[in-house]
């Protein structure tokens, strides 16, 4: 692509091999050259321990149409990762909350290369999707999401599947089964 470009394209910063911010690029630039990049992934869920699970909308750059469990995007040139996964998420589903680090991690396939800096949220507030972003999302058990991404015949984010999939599976070794009590399911035959 040249030295121009369209002057409302995305600039975002590039990142290193030790997961520091080393130079920027227009982001066609870094999605033709597959470029080292910076993005965060949040993950959100309620205080029943669902998740919120979207499908993406056919016109994203990067997997169009594939589930995702993470809000997120790319750093920007000089944005503190932090406040750039705030701002993605207010961005994204409308949701202003506290995140907790999951931690950084790096992440590459044909398509993509990033360090990722990892979050999850509570959130039990009204979700309200960036039509550009989100063609659809619901709230679905950690272990329905489970079964989700590990058919081979639902098209889900595969850096989802590889920096958040250890994650869920120990939040799924958390729940308890139920036992006979207010929170027991029970059928009547009659």
């Known amino acids: 692509m040249g030295l121009h470009r369209a002057v409302d394209e995305e600039v975002v910063a590039l990142y290193d091999d030790g997961g520091r911010p080393d130079g920027v690029a227009p982001r066609s630039v870094m999605r033709a050259q597959n ?30 149409a594939y589930w995702d469990v993470t809000a997120g995007g790319v750093v920007l040139p000089d944005e503190d990762p932090f406040e750039g996964a705030r701002r993605e998420l207010a961005e994204e589903l409308g949701v202003t909350n506290e995140l907790e680090s999951l931690g950084e991690a790096d992440y590459a396939d044909d398509h993509t290369t990033y360090h990722a800096f990892r979050y999850v949220t509570t959130w039990d507030g009204p979700i309200t999707p960036q039509p550009e972003e989100v063609a659809y999302g ?19 984010m595969p850096d989802a599947r590889a920096l958040f999939g250890h994650w869920l599976h120990e939040r799924a070794a958390d729940h308890a089964e139920p036992h006979e009590g207010w929170d027991t399911v029970s059928t009547v035959v009659e």
């Open 35 to 64: 470029l080292r990049h910076a993005a965060s992934g949040i993950i959100v869920r309620d205080s029943y321990g669902r998740v919120y699970v979207h499908r993406r909308t056919p016109t994203k750059d990067l997997y169009p």
């Open 138 to 156: 619901a709230w679905l058990s950690i272990e329905r999401l489970l079964e989700r991404m590990a058919d081979s015949e639902v098209s889900f």
